[in-house]
């Protein structure tokens, strides 16, 4: 199953993202929050998302979303400096975290299919 990771620059709205995605994806989600500096504080960090990428991945790949410009750098060097075949999914992060959640439930899917279910959420509109 692919596996995702959320980055934010807040411990919370990564967990609170985490749990959205988790609730619609069912438990078998693994859904994993990279939110936070390691001291608690605001920020993000290459070596906390490495170890959540490991953490999501059971050999199908992992998505990786993010909120902000320098969560795409710190994933970047995390997904650069590991082993893991992992892919940034240029996607609104909520959004895209609920669509990627959906779509790697399925047993068969592929990390290619969860990138991109994630990137159509930019079409999605929440008024008319």
Not at 48 to 62: C, K, N, P, S, T
Not at 103 to 113: K, M, Y
Request: net charge negative.
């Amino acid at each position: 199953m692919v596996g995702l990771v959320v980055v934010s620059h807040s411990h919370d709205a990564a967990s609170g993202i985490v749990e959205v995605a988790a609730q619609m994806a069912g438990e078998d989600a693994s859904i994993v929050a990279a939110g936070g500096e390691a001291d608690g504080g605001i920020g993000t960090s290459a070596p906390r998302i490495g170890e959540a990428i490991e953490a999501a991945d059971d050999g199908d790949g992992v998505v990786v979303l993010v909120d902000l410009g320098s969560a795409v750098m710190n994933a970047d060097l995390a997904i650069e400096s590991g082993s893991v075949d992992a892919e940034i999914a240029d996607a609104p992060v909520l959004e895209g975290a609920v669509e990627a959640a959906v779509e790697a439930s399925a047993p068969d899917a592929t990390l290619a299919e969860v990138v991109e279910a994630a990137e159509r959420t930019w079409d999605t509109r929440k008024l008319g």
